[in-house]
């Protein structure tokens, strides 16, 4: 009897012991340097307070191991080889990780430690995933209310400047993800400053592949820099956001809000921003926040591209503020985005709207380059603009099977604006003799709508990297305007030095365009070896577009209805495109090789509605391309692109109708131009140590255009009039190019970061004058330095500046050069003090030396605050700042166009001061098993 009980009890503590110890562990151990699997290392778990052995074991032949019968708890991985830097992990097994998957482990010789390390310590700050750098947010200083931006300027390898832009590894990151998923779109600071800091377990960054490369395994050199947050389990439940109010001086004021509330996957915010402050959103692509995107439409590669954009006030206002007036914005927008059906579908949408009224006044400089000597323009322009838009996108994913999958994407956007110049010009000879005068009012209003959809579906066949896949979209745009354009020019004689003539031109004008975009490919991907494969696809697009350009002179005051025949064009431009292609891919180990090319049929149809004119013509446009990658190891890499494309001339270019919005500069489209080829090369080489956070970054493009199309103006010596046409070049080739190369690490003795780099860049440009051949060429060097330190509750400062010189000369006047020097210095620095005070200051240096044409520019912004925080957390926050202490602010610009070299000086937000409140609230639950 006492046996059998004994037997029961025995058994019952078997099942319970089981029941306890059923978490396990499993990976694989390699040398991916020597591309060997290291069978036999030795596998031990400790525990992770008093380091007591919980199990061990080797590694199979193949470098797969597996460790089961587990007990829940947090533990420490150690992997030990003979030879091999010793490698440790922290981790957790618990009811929600029963299986604990360390992937692929990649072991680093002892031998290559200084040169290729990956980085355990400081509770495992960095580790290397393959091609992701993955950051641990906990081992990093984070102050309360910090945002994700405070954390990554902590990360070896990340910059972050004082708009909120982001470099990582020498590049600028565009996208910043949550948890995988798209965030109010591709605006980073939508993330990055509305992101509590604490809420953040990694921060993963890597080069994401385009969808068709990611999709079908065929590395097609085309990446994006990329970040991901990846949330902590017990910040995915629960409520976060700031409240900012602002009041200054001279009534300047601003005031935001941020909420947030996430639930498992589901996420939901909203922001909004009201200020004339020169705050327009968030920070960094506040364009976007506007969506005042340039809307440009391309399709099939050798395809045609439709530009709809124009600088010119009685086209539109795009609605971006780039420090030039005083601006008076408004913005806001709804993010909502959910996963359900266990993962296989998702939606994710954003609504986002805005207006920006902007004004202020620019003082432009132009030297224009002739045959016969040089012309000066002075020129004044006070604007008043304003536009609003909104948008409304939705992207929806669904898992069809375990090999077929659906992305179905749409958005609208919806703008109005309304512009409101007055400009005032000088025209003078190289002796300071009066050419013309031109006082000129420009009035507009117009509204676009834009509206996109596309579907890409993808299918895997049971021999892998065998897929098809299938893109169909359609892309409508129409814009409408209507504005009026009064002008009177005083001409003089170059005698007298007195008014001879006097042209009017008062007109109202009207312009109506539209496009219409289909666009459908599709891409088969066949392997041909374990190393190599084929790519195919076949692309069909139909583009129809129109122009209705019209004028009307004034037949009594206030009554526009004598058409000026002239100033009105009615044109069709239709394209039809037809592609095919193939893309030989070969891959193995380090090494990435394609080459393939493009060819399309692109027929036109130009159909000129007033005359009845019809001009049917059709391209074969090739588009090549080729890349090689070599990655040393996960840390050095070398990549070499080339591409060949085709560019289309534009509708604008095209339409036959004189454009005489500025009366003094006047445009003529030419029907006969014909696409232009450009070759574009790049070469970036990239080495990285983990180890000091040193980094290497060299790289460079050139890219040369065949056939290129470039202004041809014909210049009136006597009224100083311009008129500009279209030409394709004959045998001369412009070009551009552009090599960097940069060095950063950490000084450890004093824990300050530091980066040298150097930038060469230049071009040569081409433009016709009076029938001559004008050739522009400009050069430009520059060198920079980087220091970056950051103490918890102490100090933290930045510093980044450097000289360069640009050297600028015209073929037609080669006596006559624009050089100069120049210096641009960006620098910051906070102070903790007892009591919860700070104090703190940022200042910005701009220099450009004067030159033959233009004087000297200066411009110090110096800005210096002082704050003290409040309640737990420090979760209030009350400041005091001064802007533009020196009372300087001033946005200047140098530029050359053509045969024109030009500076302009515009008038921006001055000195104030001003009182803000800042609260920081969050409210976190607990977080429900995983599925």
């Known amino acids: 009897m006492k046996l059998t009980v004994i037997a029961v009890i025995l058994c019952i503590w078997g099942f319970s012991s089981q029941a306890q110890n059923s978490y396990?562990?499993?990976?694989?151990?390699?040398?991916?340097?020597?591309?060997?699997?290291?069978a036999s290392s030795t596998i031990t778990v400790l525990n992770a307070r008093d380091s007591i052995l919980k199990a061990f074991t080797w590694a199979e032949t193949n470098g797969n191991f597996a460790i089961n019968n587990l007990p829940k708890g947090k533990f420490l991985l150690l992997i030990t080889y003979p030879g091999?830097?010793?490698?440790?992990?922290?981790?957790?097994?618990?009811?929600?990780?029963?299986?604990?998957?360390?992937?692929?482990?990649?072991m680093i010789l002892r031998s290559r430690l200084l040169a290729d390390v990956i980085v355990k310590a400081k509770a495992a700050a960095i580790k290397i995933k393959g091609?992701?750098?993955?950051?641990?947010?906990?081992?990093?200083?984070?102050?309360?209310?910090?945002?994700?931006e405070d954390l990554l300027k902590q990360l070896p390898g990340i910059q972050v400047d004082k708009d909120g832009k982001i470099t990582a590894q020498g590049e600028?990151?565009?996208?910043?993800?949550?948890?995988?998923?798209?965030?109010?779109?591709?605006?980073?600071?939508?993330?990055?400053?509305?992101?509590?800091?604490?809420?953040?377990?990694k921060v993963q960054l890597y080069d994401k592949k385009s969808d068709q490369a990611t999709f079908t395994g065929i590395d097609d050199g085309k990446t994006t820099k990329t970040i991901n947050i990846k949330l902590k389990a017990d910040k995915k439940n629960g409520e976060f956001g700031k409240v900012d109010a602002n009041q200054g001086t001279d009534g300047y004021y601003e005031g935001q809000l941020q909420y947030n509330k996430f639930k498992e996957k589901q996420k939901f915010s909203l922001y909004g921003t009201l200020a004339n402050d020169g705050k327009t959103g968030l920070g960094f692509q506040d364009s976007n926040n506007l969506g005042v995107s340039n809307n440009d439409i391309q399709f099939v590669d050798g395809g045609i591209t439709i530009n709809n954009t124009s600088n010119d006030a009685l086209d539109s206002f795009s609605g971006y503020y780039d420090g030039k007036g005083i601006p008076v914005a408004r913005a806001g927008g709804v993010h909502y985005d959910d996963k359900f059906d266990n993962d296989n579908q998702s939606i994710n949408t954003n609504y986002k709207i805005g207006s920006i009224d902007v004004s202020g006044a620019t003082n432009t400089i132009s030297q224009q380059t002739l045959p016969t000597g040089i012309v000066n323009t002075k020129s004044t322009e006070n604007f008043n603009d304003y536009a609003f838009r909104q948008k409304l996108d939705a992207t929806y994913k669904i898992k069809l099977d375990t090999t077929s999958d659906l992305k179905i994407s749409v958005d609208g956007t919806f703008k109005n604006f309304h512009v409101n110049n007055n400009y005032f010009t000088t025209t003078a000879d190289s002796a300071s003799n009066k050419i013309n005068t031109d006082k000129r009012d420009v009035t507009n209003n117009g509204n676009q709508q834009i509206f996109d959809a596309s579907a890409f579906y993808t299918k895997k066949f049971k021999k892998p990297?065998?897929?098809?896949?299938?893109?169909?979209?359609?892309?409508?745009?129409?814009?409408?305007t209507e504005g009026y354009l009064n002008s009177e020019i005083d001409y003089f004689n170059p005698t007298t030095k007195t008014v001879d003539s006097t042209n009017i031109t008062n007109q109202y004008k009207t312009t109506n365009t539209m496009s219409s975009v289909l666009n459908s490919n599709i891409t088969y991907s066949e392997p041909l070896t374990s190393k190599t494969s084929l790519l195919f696809n076949y692309g069909f697009a139909v583009n129809n577009s129109t122009s209705n350009r019209q004028s009307f002179n004034e037949s009594s005051p206030g009554k526009y209805n004598i058409i000026d025949s002239a100033n009105t064009n009615d044109y069709k431009f239709n394209q039809l495109t037809n592609q095919v292609g193939a893309i030989y891919n070969y891959q193995f180990k380090k090494a990435t090789f394609n080459f393939g090319t493009k060819v399309s049929d692109v027929a036109f149809k130009q159909i000129d509605e007033f005359t009845g004119d019809v001009l049917n013509r059709s391209f074969l446009n090739w588009a090549p391309q080729a890349m090689f990658l070599y990655k040393f190891s996960q840390f050095q890499a070398f990549r070499f692109t080339y591409n060949g494309n085709n560019t289309e001339p534009s509708i604008d270019q095209i339409q036959p109708v004189t454009v005489n919005n500025d009366p003094l500069n006047i445009t003529i489209g030419n029907p006969t131009l014909k696409p232009s080829f450009t070759n574009n090369i790049n070469i970036f080489y990239n080495s990285y140590q983990v180890l000091g956070g040193q980094q290497i970054y060299v790289g460079g493009s050139f890219s040369n255009t065949y056939g290129a199309i470039v202004n041809n103006t014909s210049y009136n010596e006597t009224t100083g009039v311009n008129t500009t046409s279209y030409s394709n070049l004959g045998n001369e080739t412009p070009y551009n190019y552009n090599v960097y190369a940069s060095y950063g690490r950490k000084i450890s003795p004093i824990d300050v970061q530091i980066g040298l780099n150097?930038?060469?860049?230049?071009?040569?440009?081409?433009?016709?004058?009076?029938?001559?051949?004008d050739m522009g060429r400009s050069h430009t060097y520059s060198a920079g330095l980087y220091l970056y330190k950051y103490v918890q509750k102490k100090y933290d400062f930045y510093f980044s500046g450097g000289p360069s010189y640009t050297f600028s000369t015209m073929s037609l006047q080669p006596l006559t050069n624009n050089n100069a020097a120049g210096f641009n210095g960006d620098g910051q620095f906070n102070l903790y003090l007892p009591l919860k005070f700070g104090v703190g200051s940022s200042v910005n240096y701009t220099y450009n030396a004067a030159t033959q044409a233009f004087s000297a520019q200066h411009l110090t912004k110096l800005n210096s605050y002082i704050f003290k925080t409040f309640l737990k957390d420090d979760k209030l926050?009350?400041?005091?700042?001064a802007n533009d202490l020196l009372n300087q602010n001033l946005n200047f610009t140098r530029g050359i166009s053509g045969n024109t070299t030009t500076q302009t000086n515009t008038t921006g937000i001055r000195r104030f001061f001003m009182l803000s409140v800042t609260w920081d609230f969050t409210k976190f639950g607990t977080v429900k098993s995983a599925n």
């Open 24 to 38: 396990s562990i499993k990976g694989s151990i390699a040398d991916s340097a020597a591309n060997s699997k290291l």
């Open 758 to 773: 150097a930038n060469t860049s230049g071009s040569i440009s081409y433009s016709y004058i009076n029938s001559q051949l």
């Open 465 to 480: 990297r065998r897929t098809l896949s299938w893109s169909l979209s359609e892309s409508y745009n129409k814009s409408t």
């Open 172 to 201: 600028t990151v565009t996208k910043v993800l949550v948890d995988g998923e798209e965030f109010f779109g591709d605006d980073p600071t939508l993330v990055t400053k509305n992101i509590r800091a604490d809420m953040v377990d």
């Open 84 to 106: 091999y830097a010793d490698y440790v992990d922290n981790f957790s097994l618990d009811s929600a990780h029963t299986t604990h998957d360390f992937g692929k482990i990649d």
């Open 131 to 148: 091609d992701t750098t993955e950051y641990n947010a906990k081992s990093y200083v984070i102050q309360p209310n910090d945002k994700v």
């Open 877 to 881: 926050k009350i400041s005091l700042s």
